[in-house]
């Protein structure tokens, strides 16, 4: 596409509900990154990929926090039993090749935990 | 880990008035992006420079690495220009690091 997709924009969802992010990065780049911004803040890096595999997971911030990049393409960040502090705008970009490759963000989806 | 500092944290302009923003890191870069960041959230590309200086319209962005810092200048600031700026880098020696951001700064430009 011509720039990076992210649904749902906006997504409210009760505490202890499983939620699912997508990101459509553009087409053929290879990496692909989520990150988190809280009010105020930069954004936080979460996980990064490079091809199918997780190249970077240490951002993670614990095991309910998990994403996969089957195909290579798009990429979906799956956060279970949310919390009410999970309540951020997580972000996904994309670049053509690794870290040292220029990255583009998407729009972000705004995820509030009720 | 790597530090990215920005200063200064707010600015306040006129219009027509110019400004530089600094990006301060703590080790050596690969990769340093500046962002601007809209009222909506978007995060918009300003310039890929891990070194030189690059320019675009009224911007223009120098980096000296060996140094570890990085510049952003506006000049003849419109109110569009508000939002916050965001510094980003990828450090050098770790490959599999993605970008690190600095906390921004903040420019609000009034007529």
């Known amino acids: 596409g011509a720039g990076v997709s992210q649904t749902p924009s906006n997504k409210v969802t009760e505490k202890g509900k499983y939620v699912e992010l997508r990101c459509d990065p553009i087409s053929g780049h290879t990496a692909l990154y989520w990150y988190r911004q809280s009010l105020g803040q930069g954004p936080e890096f979460l996980i990064y990929?490079?091809?199918?595999?997780?190249?970077?997971d240490s951002g993670l911030p614990n095991d309910r926090f998990f994403a996969v990049r089957p195909e290579g393409s798009v990429s979906t960040l799956k956060i279970q039993r949310t919390e009410r502090g999970d309540s951020a705008v997580y972000l996904c970009a994309s670049s053509p090749g690794g870290v040292n490759t220029e990255a583009f963000f998407g729009q972000g989806t705004r995820l509030t935990v009720v | 880990g790597i530090q990215v500092e920005q200063s200064p944290p707010d600015l306040i302009l006129q219009e027509g008035a110019n400004s530089t923003l600094r990006c301060n890191f703590s080790d050596s870069v690969n990769n340093l992006q500046w962002f601007h960041q809209n009222p909506w959230g978007q995060l918009i590309n300003l310039f890929y420079?891990?070194?030189g200086t690059k320019q675009n319209g009224r911007l223009s962005a120098t980096t000296v690495a060996t140094e570890r810092y990085s510049l952003l200048y506006i000049s003849s600031s419109q109110t569009t220009d508000s939002g916050v700026y965001f510094c980003a880098v990828a450090l050098r020696n770790q490959a599999g690091t993605a970008l690190i951001f600095g906390k921004g700064t903040t420019l609000s430009v009034s007529s």
């Open positions: 420079i891990p070194s």
């Open positions: 990929f490079q091809g199918t595999g997780a190249a970077d």
